[in-house]
């Protein structure tokens, strides 16, 4: 049997100047990548045409960190879904943690972002994960149904085949370097899963991608992805600089 494909989400976040960008994107697309890899650039918005110029003629897609839920008019610092298309963006990240934490980014404006984004025909990364002090509670299963419900609330079937992906990500494991333990993953996994099966129509529940973030890395990506586990992964600071990134792509081919 064929081996499934694999997806790399690279969350640049605001952490690279335009350049950076530009130069990372080119060191990608110019690397031999292993064939079970999928992957997609998140720049920020304004690196995106320059990245997009950099992998033109690879099979890497482009991210958008975010967008806007409103249709296109007067919304003053906003960026529209429409406009990420005109861009080539074919995929959104939407309601990361540090949108929630540090900007207010709610679990109804997430569900409206989400509903927005497949009409527009982008197709979204839906982050959810529970905080540290919401998993010493012992809440963290409440709190990602919580998150999934609202976020999946406004979806209409059909999805135009749009690629979603779910994004489990628990906050306390993000950027911290300290990753999710393997037994805990699989029990969040099951979860996730489980909630697409409650939430979505059979023929729809396909479309769906289920993501690990939260400190991945060369090192330790085999605990997450390939059979049975996550179909791939949202990495932050390990996809930043090119030697973690390429040795990161360099480690799907050894699963
Ligand atoms: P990290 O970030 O890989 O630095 O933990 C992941 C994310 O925020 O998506």
């Known amino acids: 049997m064929a081996e499934s494909t694999l997806q790399?989400?690279?969350?640049?976040?605001?952490?690279?100047?335009?350049?950076?960008?530009?130069?990372?994107?080119?060191?990608?697309?110019?690397?031999?990548?292993?064939?079970?890899?999928?992957?997609?650039?998140?720049?920020?918005?304004?690196?995106i045409p320059a990245v997009r110029e950099a992998v033109a003629r690879s099979t890497i897609a482009l991210a958008a960190q975010n967008a806007s839920a409103e249709p296109p008019g007067?919304?003053?610092?906003?960026?529209?879904?429409?406009?990420?298309?005109?861009?080539g963006v074919t995929r959104v990240i939407l309601?990361?943690?540090?949108?929630?934490?540090k900007?207010?980014?709610?679990?109804?404006?997430?569900g409206r972002k989400v509903a927005?984004?497949?009409?527009?025909?982008?197709?979204?990364?839906?982050?959810?994960?529970?905080?540290?002090?919401e998993r010493r509670a012992n809440h963290q299963v409440d709190v990602v149904r919580k998150q999934l419900t609202a976020a999946l609330a406004g979806l209409r079937p059909p999805f135009g085949g749009a690629a979603m992906a779910v994004a489990y990500e628990p906050v306390w494991a993000i950027g911290t370097g300290i990753p999710i333990g393997p037994p805990q993953a699989a029990e969040m996994l099951a979860v996730v899963r489980q909630r697409i099966v409650d939430l979505v129509a059979p023929p729809?529940?396909?479309?769906?991608?289920i993501l690990y973030g939260g400190s991945v890395d060369a090192a330790n990506l085999r605990s997450f992805v390939g059979s049975g586990q996550f179909d791939g992964v949202l990495v932050g600071t390990a996809s930043q600089r090119t030697e973690p990134l390429l040795s990161l792509l360099d480690a799907f081919a050894n699963l």
Do not use: Y
């Open 103 to 110: 900007l207010g980014e709610t679990d109804a404006g997430v």
């Open 204 to 209: 729809f529940r396909g479309a769906f991608r």
């Open 95 to 101: 309601g990361h943690s540090e949108r929630r934490a």
């Open 74 to 87: 007067a919304l003053t610092g906003e960026v529209s879904l429409d406009q990420l298309r005109e861009l």
């Open 116 to 133: 927005a984004a497949v009409r527009a025909g982008v197709a979204p990364i839906v982050c959810v994960g529970e905080t540290a002090d």
């Open 8 to 47: 790399l989400v690279a969350n640049w976040k605001m952490a690279l100047s335009l350049a950076e960008s530009r130069g990372l994107a080119a060191a990608v697309a110019a690397h031999r990548r292993p064939a079970r890899v999928a992957v997609t650039l998140a720049p920020s918005f304004p690196a």
